[in-house]
T-cell receptor, first 111, second 115 residues
Framework: GESVGLHLPTLSVQEGDNSIINCAYS??????FIWYKQESGKGPQFIID?????DKRQGQRVTVLLNKTVKHLSLQIAATQPGDSAVYFC??????????FGAGTTVTVRA | GAVVSQHPSWVICKSGTSVKIECRSL??????MFWYRQFPKQSLMLMAT?????????EQGVEKDKFLINHASLTLSTLTVTSAHPEDSSFYIC???????????FGSGTRLTVV
């Protein structure tokens, strides 16, 4: 079946720099996308979401961009902090509410 | 905000025994709950979707007789791993959703180790 995938399994970023995490999805019927942060031994933590009728959404220090033409999703984190070190997953859903997760990108923030 | 409590956070059991994991929505009614399994350094894989009062829908390749899911109320779903084997050792995570919005709240996960 179709699934969400992620580019680049790891990302190392200097503290204070901006981070960009990418995600490719293959299901054109997906209408809802979510970015999650997962710390070791914990459940996924919601970061930001976006619906298919939007192409950009901003939160506190985070921005999600959606390009439906190329089925690409990205998460931008501004002024990355040590506490941002974690695994980041994108997930997609259709009307049946089931979430499919991508492979995950491990973000490491260098002090 | 919406809170989902998952219990226990970790459990060690002997091969051949059964283990029950609980998932509770504390401040909302969860019409749908989802169970995921996550192996080390891998993504979350959906095991099954359960709706209150009805049988769970299992994903392809997930044995329904081994992973028993009960969703008896709008605030509680349980996953029972029956006749556990070492290969069932994994991180199990539940998620709950309301029908009134596109939202998923995740539990903190249960680390199962079968020895």
């Amino acid at each position: 079946g179709e699934s969400v995938g992620l580019h680049l399994p790891t990302l190392s970023v200097q503290e204070g720099d901006n981070s960009i995490i990418n995600c490719a999805y293959s299901n054109s019927a997906s209408d809802y996308f979510i970015w999650y942060k997962q710390e070791s031994g914990k459940g996924p933590q919601f970061i930001i979401d976006i619906r298919s009728n939007m192409d950009k959404r901003q939160g506190q220090r985070v921005t999600v961009l959606l390009n439906k033409t190329v089925k690409h999703l990205s998460l931008q984190i501004a002024a990355t902090q040590p506490g941002d070190s974690a695994v980041y997953f994108c997930a997609e859903s259709q009307h049946d509410y089931k979430l499919s997760f991508g492979a995950g990108t491990t973000v490491t923030v260098r002090a | 905000g919406a809170v989902v409590s998952q219990h226990p956070s970790w459990v060690i059991c002997k091969s051949g025994t059964s283990v029950k994991i609980e998932c509770r929505s504390l401040d909302f009614q969860a019409t749908t709950m989802f169970w995921y399994r996550q192996f080390p350094k891998q993504s979350l894989m959906l095991m099954a979707t359960s709706n209150e009062g009805s049988k769970a829908t299992y994903e392809q390749g997930v044995e329904k007789d081994k992973f028993l899911i009960n969703h008896a109320s709008l605030t509680l779903s349980t996953l029972t791993v029956t006749s556990a084997h070492p290969e069932d050792s994994s991180f199990y995570i539940c998620s709950a959703s309301m029908t009134s919005f596109y939202g998923y709240t995740f539990g903190s996960g249960t680390r199962l180790t079968v020895v």
